[in-house]
C-alpha cells in the first residue's frame, strides 16, 4: 500500500507560480507511474500530468503543457507539480495519485490517492 499527501497549495494571483509536493510512504513508490489530477466544483477530475517511475518519461494534458512539470525524486519518495503562469481556471483542489501503467490517464485507472491540496488563483 502506499500513503500520499501532497502539500503547497495556496492562494495566488494570476500568472504567479506554485509548486506542489507529493510525498509517498511505501517501499514500492519507486516502481509505480505517478500523476496528478486536479478537481474543480462541479467539474470532473481532470488528468493533468505523469511521469514514469524512473522518472524519464512524461506526458501531460494539454491544457497545461508548457506550463506544468511532473518530477520526481525517488529517493525521497516524492513526486512534484510545478505549475507557472497560474490562471484563475486552474483553481481546483489537485491530487497526486498512483497508476500501475505508464500512459494511464483515467482517474479509475488510478488506486492510491491522496487527500489533495487547495490551490486557489485570483485575477
Known amino acids: 500500500q502506499v500513503l500520499l499527501v501532497e502539500s503547497g497549495g495556496g492562494l495566488v494571483q494570476a500568472g504567479d507560480s506554485l509548486r506542489l509536493s507529493c510525498a509517498a510512504s511505501?517501499?514500492?513508490?519507486?516502481?509505480?507511474?505517478m500523476g496528478w489530477f486536479r478537481q474543480a466544483p462541479g467539474k470532473e477530475r481532470e488528468f493533468l500530468a505523469a511521469?514514469?517511475?524512473?522518472?524519464?518519461?512524461?506526458y501531460y494534458a494539454d491544457s497545461v503543457k508548457g506550463r506544468f512539470t511532473i518530477s520526481r525524486d525517488n529517493g525521497k519518495n516524492t513526486v512534484f507539480l510545478q505549475m507557472n503562469s497560474l490562471k484563475p481556471e486552474d483553481t481546483a483542489v489537485y491530487y497526486c495519485?498512483?497508476?500501475?501503467?505508464?500512459?494511464?490517464?483515467?482517474?479509475?485507472?488510478?488506486?492510491?490517492w491522496g487527500q489533495g491540496t487547495q490551490v486557489t488563483v485570483s485575477s
Open positions: 495519485a498512483v497508476t500501475n501503467r505508464y500512459g494511464n490517464q483515467r482517474y479509475r485507472e488510478y488506486f492510491y
Open positions: 511505501g517501499r514500492t513508490f519507486s516502481t509505480y507511474t
Open positions: 511521469i514514469s517511475w524512473t522518472g524519464d518519461s512524461t
